[in-house]
């Protein structure tokens, strides 16, 4: 997770008030996509403007887990607090920069490459936020991933347009809170939807 080249922070600039702005939403993946990376995933979105949308994916785990991650970029835990993060798994966040590390963590800190996407969550790329937490000064909250999702200009608002998505505004509980395996359910029912009734609709579609 190089502090160096953040192309996806290059991005952040402010919104047109003309345009839809789904930052802070959830995308939920409609129970008929069959895409291989997209499928049964919800995306939290961390930016929507003109240059495009940037999103991480926040139910779909790796094999990785925090104790591999930190042992790969030679962070070494403080005393005690290993056995607290060691076991949280690290999210595929999306095919973009799959290579690279990025997080979605509580406010609090002062970190080299870092977005206040509301007053609840935060997305930082830059490897300092992660060394916080290996000396015990991290986020109370956070979720990490390898990679992210991303569109250009318009292709979600197409992809909306199809029936591909379901939007509603993000709630930090089920990202920061839930079991990885509710988040699905619990994003849906933010719509006031029954996760069954929806998935009987999809397989009549």
Known sequence: MPQED??????MSASPSSQLNLANHF????????????????????EHNEKGVLGVVINKPTDMTMDVLFDRIDLKVA??????????PIMFGGPVQDDRGFVLHSPGGRYSSSLSVT??????????????VA?????????VS???????PGQLEE?????????????????????????????????GIDPLMLASEAGHA
């Not at 005690?80 to 076991?87: H, I, N, P, T, Y």
């Not at 000396?135 to 979720?143: E, I, S």
């Not at 390898?146 to 250009?152: D, K, T, V």
């Open 6 to 11: 953040t192309p996806a922070l290059g991005m």
């Open 27 to 46: 995308l939920i993946a409609m129970p008929s996509m069959n895409d291989p990376i997209f499928g049964g995933t919800v995306v939290y979105i961390c």
């Open 79 to 88: 005393e005690g607090l290993r056995a607290s993060v060691e076991d949280e």
């Open 119 to 132: 007053d609840d969550v935060a997305f930082t790329t830059s490897i300092d936020v992660l060394e916080a």
């Open 135 to 143: 000396n015990g000064t991290g986020p109370r909250r956070m979720l």
């Open 146 to 152: 390898i990679g992210y999702a991303g569109w250009s």
């Open 159 to 191: 992809e909306i347009a199809r029936n591909g998505w379901l939007t509603v505004s993000a709630d930090a509980r089920v990202l920061f809170d839930l079991p990885i395996e509710e988040r699905y359910n619990a994003a849906i029912k933010l719509l």
